[in-house]
């Protein structure tokens, strides 16, 4: 048994999101498997908590994120009565986004160490871009991507609309964003959107965390940054900065 697999014994197998430490490395495990842990106002609570914790901790070099049983993460759990809005009308889909998911990505693209998704199946709506706000993305053959919001009548939230243009150019970013299509893991590899796909996504992505957290955090954090503002300055500005 590693020391993670001990620590997330100790844990109530309902919390919906579990936490376990092996050496410094955190993994944050996604765990409503019975719903492809969609999220909840419950789920959002412990992740932001428990992103900050790893954030606060000088122990953590990196962070895996990764979900429970066959799903990575569907995105909103639709009929989750947390997200009702007080007068028993409709969700306010804005304030829910202002809510969780806003603070959600910012927490992800700010950590002071590299995170890592381990993509285990299918990330959907705000899942897929939960996992694209990530510095690496390792998923599995059978897992897949899905832009879900347009056919429930919504715009991509969790950063989609910032993200995918970057990743894949504005043709894909369209393309995928306004049908919903299914992108298959090795698609999105081929397109350059994710940086591995894996029969072993989680061994995988613990593989990459343990190599990042024994080099210098800083200076990894500190090229992440140059590379997100790079197409922001000109050169002369950039080779400043560097
Ligand atoms: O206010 C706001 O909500 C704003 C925020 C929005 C952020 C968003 O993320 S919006 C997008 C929400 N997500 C979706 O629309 C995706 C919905 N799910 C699906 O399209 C499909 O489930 C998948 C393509 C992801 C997977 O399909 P499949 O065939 O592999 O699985 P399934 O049978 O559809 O789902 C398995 C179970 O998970 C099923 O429950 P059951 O019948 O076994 O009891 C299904 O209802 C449940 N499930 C899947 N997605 C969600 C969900 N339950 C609640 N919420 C979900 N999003």
Avoid at 28 to 57: I, K, V
Avoid at 77 to 86: G, H, Q, R, T
Avoid at 215 to 226: D, F, I
């Amino acid at each position: 048994m590693t020391p993670a697999q001990g620590a997330l014994d100790a844990q109530p197998s309902t919390a919906p999101l579990l936490v376990a430490s092996q050496g410094a490395i955190r993994v944050l495990t996604l765990n409503r498997p019975s719903s492809l842990n969609s999220f909840t106002g419950a789920m959002h609570r412990h992740l932001l908590q428990a992103l900050n914790d790893a954030a606060q901790d000088t122990q953590v070099r990196a962070v895996v994120l990764t979900g429970a049983g066959r799903g990575f993460c569907a995105g909103q759990d639709l009929s989750d009565p947390d997200m009702a809005s007080p007068d028993g009308g409709a969700p306010d889909v804005a304030a829910v986004v202002e809510r969780h998911y806003k603070p959600l990505a910012l927490r992800v693209r700010s950590m002071p160490v590299p995170v890592i998704a381990a993509v285990n199946g299918v990330a959907a709506g705000a899942g897929a871009n939960l996992a694209l706000c990530c510095d690496f993305v390792v998923a599995a053959k059978s897992a897949s991507f899905i832009q879900a919001f347009s056919k429930i009548g919504l715009v991509p939230d969790c950063g989609g609309t910032w993200l995918l243009p970057r990743l894949v150019g504005r043709a894909r970013a369209m393309g995928l964003a306004m049908t919903g299509d299914k992108l298959p893991a090795a698609q999105a590899k081929e397109w350059g959107m994710i940086w591995e796909v894996s029969d072993e996504p989680l061994a995988d992505a613990m593989a990459m965390a343990e190599r990042l957290a024994a080099m210098p955090t800083k200076a990894l954090v500190a090229t992440r940054q140059l590379m997100r503002n790079a197409m922001q300055r000109g050169l002369e500005a950039h080779l400043n900065v560097e």
